[in-house]
């Protein structure tokens, strides 16, 4: 099943701070994020693994609540650079695929 | 630049015809991952291959085929096109599991225009 991602669009000042919030119904071994530019491809973020290690982004950090199965990620001081479409995938263990969520739409404005 | 490409970048064709899809992993890379991606379904897995075997299949039409040759490229056959299959498609690569991360790298995706 899809992780329902929220929320599903919010547009914020440059140097504000947002929080994506990912959910899934099954049991998670990782989460990945990624962001995608209109028409472009999804670029990789980050990836946190069951158990608490990570590895991704300097400027973005995650957290992944094994128990709710559960991912956020926190944008501070935004940028305009920031703006796209973030998506979390979830992946089961021993399995590579990815399950992508219905993707959060962040607009940075000026 | 991921590392990934993708040919062509761009095919639009006419319903009921078929077409080849082509992705080059990066180097090292031994898995790739298709995704389709419309308008109204986000980001759809379609079907994984490592080192040449298939591993895992998503919501794959029989359509639709992949496979993946000896030199790790690999090519998706769409068949039968309806124009609901007009869509982004987009190959990931990822390195041999070691450590338990698997980051999939994306390539710049084909866009498929079914008229």
């Known amino acids: 099943q899809q992780p329902v991602q929220s929320p599903q669009a919010v547009i914020l000042r440059e140097g504000e701070d947002a929080v994506i919030n990912c959910s899934s119904s099954?049991?998670?071994?990782?989460v990945h994020w990624y962001r995608q530019k209109h028409g472009e491809a999804p670029v990789f973020l980050m990836i946190l693994l069951k158990g608490g290690e990570q590895k991704g982004h300097e400027k973005i950090s995650a957290s992944f609540n094994e128990k709710k199965q559960q991912s956020s990620l926190y944008l501070t001081a935004s940028q305009l650079s920031y703006s796209g479409t973030y998506f979390c995938g979830t992946a089961n263990f021993g399995n590579e695929k990815l399950t992508f969520g219905t993707g959060t739409r962040l607009t940075i404005i000026p | 630049d991921s590392g990934v490409t993708q040919t062509p970048k761009h095919l639009i064709t006419a319903t009921g015809q078929r077409v080849t899809l082509r992705c080059s992993p990066r180097?090292?890379?031994?898995?790739v991952y298709w995704y389709q991606q419309s308008l109204d379904q986000g980001l759809q897995f379609l079907i994984q291959?490592?080192?040449?075997?298939?591993?895992a299949k998503g919501n794959i039409l029989e359509r639709f085929s992949a496979q993946q040759f000896p030199d790790l490229h690999s090519e998706l056959n769409l068949s039968s096109l309806e124009l609901g299959d007009s869509a982004l498609y987009f190959c990931?690569?990822?390195?041999?599991?070691?450590?338990?991360?698997?980051?999939?790298?994306f390539g710049p995706g084909t866009r498929l225009t079914v008229l």
């Open positions: 180097s090292g890379d031994l898995s």
């Open positions: 099954k049991a998670l071994y990782s």
């Open positions: 990931a690569s990822s390195a041999p599991r070691t450590s338990g991360y698997n980051e999939q790298f």
């Open positions: 291959y490592y080192n040449g075997e298939e591993r």
